[in-house]
Nanobody
């Protein structure tokens, strides 16, 4: 049974940092592309970052480049999203998702339940 469980969300002030974790089970992490997506209040879901299967190439939305870093630890079946210099507009529910392809399509095969990130002063 495939499961993805996010953690690490919370409330933070602008310019603060958070590290989100996505613990996966039911599949071999290295065989799947893992993406982080977010949905802000009143806005459509957007892709934030992707780490590809196999070679672990990384991709970022323009809005988070230079501030967010995605990584994976195959030994612990966990994918991380380190978020620095957070902005109010980073507020939203963050989801991790998995796909058996190389890259992260808009509709991934498996999704976590989400974790809330709230950035405000």
């Amino acid at each position: 049974q495939v499961q993805l469980v996010e953690s690490g969300g919370g409330a933070v002030q602008p310019e603060g940092s958070l590290r989100l974790s996505c613990e996966v089970s039911g599949f071999t992490l290295d065989d799947y592309a893992i993406g982080w997506f977010r949905q802000a209040p009143g806005k459509e879901q957007e892709g934030v970052s992707c780490i590809t299967s196999g070679d672990s190439s990384t991709f970022y939305a323009e809005s988070v480049k230079g501030r967010f870093t995605i990584s994976r630890d195959n030994a612990t079946n966990t994918v991380y999203l380190q978020m620095n210099s957070l902005k109010v507009e980073d507020t939203g529910i963050y989801y991790c998702a998995a796909d058996s392809g190389y890259y992260c399509p808009p509709i991934m095969e498996y999704w976590g339940q989400g974790t809330l990130v709230a950035v405000s002063s």
